[in-house]
Each structure stands twice: as structure tokens, then as C-alpha cells.
């Protein structure tokens, strides 16, 4: 089914157990794809970042569209103890996995390793439980991407992890943040 971002939002608030219950999230998700033309409004890129474009947001989730410029990647992060779900909309994604070895729940030093790297394309979905690490690279190199996230609950404190320089710092989101992380 082919649907608008509110239509999706209202499906999710209607989850009478969201946090609870991920697979209904999973369900839902996996059978409702989105209308592109309802993803203009959120579309919104900055050289080399990646930006977050709030659709809808509760004290139980929040609906983005993340905007890719090309080749952008995310830092290694957490989600600060929140559920996450990461959908392509337009493009293609790579995301690798880490395990922490030592440290990492707290700002200060980490040592990490690497556990898994996966390719996401359309009609792939990524779904985190609480206590995942990740990160996300968008593989095209000559054109944009999109994604669509939830968020369960929404996220504010996190963590990022510098896995060159064995440490972790803590971050905050606003809802229209830009990222400024460079390619
Ligand atoms: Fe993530």
C-alpha cells in the first residue's frame, strides 16, 4: 500500500504499544511504502551532511526523513537507548555494525570492533533494538539519498564513537538539526 507520511504517522500512533511492541512497528513498515511526491516537503540537503527532517513527533516516537548528500556517512553512534527503524526511500545504503569490547556507555574512552557490514536498498528495512551500534553510509557517490527513520522513543542524548581514536562523545538532537559530519 502506497501512502502519505501523515497517513504513516497516524498508523504508528495507533500502536497501542509501540514502545513494546517493535514487530507490529516491523509490520507495518515492511507493507506501507510512501508516496515520493509526499517526501518533498522534507527534502533537504547540505553539501557532504546528512539532514533530519522531523514528520511527526510524540513523547513515544518521531517520523524523519533523513536527507543524504552523496557519499555522506553518519558517525559510529547509539540511540540512546531507543528503538530505531531505517527504511530507503531513494538511493542505497551501507551500514556496519560494532560490538563494544571495552567502555562505551559513557563519554570517555572506547575500544570497539567491528561484528557485521550489510548493504540496505529499497525494500530492505533496518531495525535496532536499544542497545545496537551502527553506521550508515550512503553508497552513491553521484546522486542524493533518502531514508525514513523511526525512532522509539524519540531520541535526544546519545552517543557518538570516534573508532580511530578509542573514544566516545555525547550528543543531543533537535528535530531539524543539520549533521555536520563530513564525508
Ligand atoms: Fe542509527
Redesign the pocket.
Known sequence: MTESLSDLAERLRRIPNLLADEGKVDALLRTHTIDQTALAPYVRYEDGRYTRNCVYRNGIFELLVLCWAPGAR?PI???GGNR?W?VPQTGSFSIDDYTRIEGGRRPGPVRLEQCASAPLELGDIDA?GIDEL???HAVYVDRPSISL?VYAAPIGRYLVYDWQHGSCDARSFAAQDVLDYVI
Open positions: 553518519s553512534h547509539d540511540h530505531c531505517l535496532r551502527h553506521d550508515i527513520h
